[in-house]
C-alpha cells in the first residue's frame, strides 16, 4: 500500500485525476476490452471529477471506452431526485464527459427485488471482467461506500440499514434535516471493492484524520472498514495535510520517502524512454524487478513496499 501526501483537496484531485487518466491511456482500451472504473460520490471525489472534466475538454483524455459502476444508491430515491446518487453523477461527471449513458452502471434504489437488483450488479461486473480501478472515499468513521463499521470485509453488494452518524454526515445534502436522509442504501461490498484490481482512496479533511490512522497504522479491523485496504495488493490512499494530522510523524516522513523514491523510478523511466531503452530499469535503480508488475509497472510498481 501507497501513501501519497498532498497540500489540499485540490491538489489531491489533480494527483488521482492524473493517475486515472495514465491508467486508462497505458490500458488502451477498445470496444471490445473497455476500462472498467468504480466510482464513489459525496464531496471527496469532486476535485477529481472536475479535473478528468478538464482533461476531457482539453482532448487529453476520452471515456468512449470506459465502462463506470458506482458504488452505492439510496435506497426509496427516485434517479431523479436532487439527491439521489443517479443525479449526483451526472450532474457532477458524467454530463460532462464523452462516456456513453449505456457504459454507466448505478445501483437502483427503488427496483421492485433490491436483492435481485444487488445481486444483477454483481453480475454485470463480472460480465465485463471485474473492475479495473476502484476509486473510493470514505466516512469519517472509515466505512467505504455504505460498509458501515461492524461489516463484513468479504461482504458483497447488498442493502444495508446505514449508522446513525452517517445519517448525521448526510444530512447537509437534504437541507441539514435528518428526517429527509435515508435511512437504507444498496452498496457494494468490501468484497467487492478488494476485487478489483487496483484501488485507490482519496481522503480529505481533519474529520477524516482519525479513520485514516486505524487504517494504516493499525491492524485489519471490521469496525474501520478502510483497513481491509492492507490485504489489497494494489492499494493507494491519496490523502491532504488536514487528514494527517492522527498520523505519527515517522509514518509520514516513511511514505513521504517512499514517494520521493517512486518519483525517482518514473523520471528515470521517462529519460530511458526518450532514448528509447526499453530495458528493465528496476536493475539499474538497484530495484530489481520493479517492471515484473504488468501494466502497473513503473507507476506503481513499489505500492507494495
Known amino acids: ?72 444508491e439510496y435506497v426509496g430515491l427516485p434517479k431523479d431526485h436532487e439527491e439521489s446518487y443517479h443525479s449526483f453523477m451526472f450532474r457532477e461527471f458524467f454530463s460532462h464527459i464523452d462516456i456513453p449513458p449505456s457504459q454507466v452502471h448505478i445501483l437502483d434504489g427503488t427496483a421492485s427485488d433490491l436483492h435481485g437488483e444487488c445481486a444483477a450488479y454483481e453480475a454485470s461486473i463480472r460480465a465485463v471482467g471485474g473492475i479495473e480501478l476502484f476509486l473510493g472515499g470514505i466516512g469519517e468513521d472509515g466505512h467505504i461506500a455504505f460498509n458501515e463499521p461492524g461489516s463484513s470485509l468479504k461482504s458483497r453488494t447488498r442493502i444495508k440499514t446505514l449508522a446513525y452518524d452517517t445519517i448525521l454526515a ?77 498520523l505519527r510523524v515517522k509514518t509520514v516522513r516513511y511514505f513521504r520517502s517512499i514517494e520521493h523514491v517512486q518519483d525517482e523510478v518514473e523520471k528515470h523511466h521517462a529519460e530511458l524512454r526518450a532514448k528509447g531503452v526499453t530495458a528493465n530499469i528496476g536493475g539499474s535503480l538497484g530495484i530489481a524487478g520493479v517492471l515484473g508488475h504488468g501494466s502497473h509497472a513503473v507507476h506503481g510498481g513499489i505500492n507494495d513496499i
Request: glycine share 6%; with cysteine.
Open 1 to 72: 500500500m501507497r501513501l501519497i501526501l498532498r497540500e489540499n483537496p485540490n491538489e489531491v484531485g489533480d494527483y488521482i485525476a492524473n493517475y486515472i487518466c495514465k491508467r486508462i491511456k497505458e490500458f488502451n482500451p477498445t470496444a471490445q476490452r473497455p476500462f472498467v472504473l468504480g466510482l464513489p460520490t459525496g464531496s471527496s471525489p469532486i476535485p477529481t471529477y472536475k479535473a478528468l472534466i478538464r482533461m476531457v475538454k482539453e482532448g487529453k483524455l476520452s471515456f468512449r471506452h470506459v465502462v463506470t459502476f458506482n458504488m452505492d
Open 170 to 246: 448526510n444530512a447537509r445534502f437534504f437541507n441539514n434535516d435528518i428526517n429527509q436522509v435515508p435511512r437504507m442504501a444498496l452498496t457494494v461490498g468490501v468484497g467487492t471493492v478488494l476485487d478489483a484490481r487496483e484501488v485507490v482512496i482519496v481522503v480529505t479533511g481533519a474529520r477524516k484524520a482519525l479513520a485514516l490512522s486505524k487504517a494504516i497504522e493499525e491492524g485489519v479491523n471490521h469496525l474501520w472498514t478502510l483497513s481491509a485496504i492492507q490485504h489489497h495488493p494494489w492499494a493507494l490512499i491519496v490523502a491532504d495535510s488536514d487528514a494527517t494530522l492522527e
